[in-house]
């Protein structure tokens, strides 16, 4: 949640590291910041509807 939070208000690299350490605390990532990560490294912007559901 923090990383999102992070994310959305476009501090971009404190969001990498939260998701990060996401991932080493969990490796199995059944929260999914493996697919936050890569959009947060490339510095794009949080959208809605990348959560909503809608493509």
Same mark, same amino acid.
């Given at each position: 949640?923090r990383?999102?939070?992070l994310? =959305?208000?476009g501090?971009?690299?404190e969001?990498? #590291?939260?998701?990060?350490?996401m991932?080493?605390?969990?490796?199995?990532?059944n929260?999914g910041? =493996?697919f936050?990560i890569?959009?947060?490294k490339d #510095?794009?912007?949080?959208r809605?509807?990348?959560?909503?559901?809608a493509?």
């Amino acid at each position: 949640m923090r990383g999102l939070c992070l994310w =959305r208000l476009g501090l971009f690299e404190e969001a990498e #590291k939260i998701f990060e350490r996401m991932l080493w605390l969990n490796p199995p990532d059944n929260q999914g910041a =493996r697919f936050n990560i890569y959009l947060v490294k490339d #510095k794009k912007p949080w959208r809605e509807d990348l959560f909503s559901g809608a493509v």
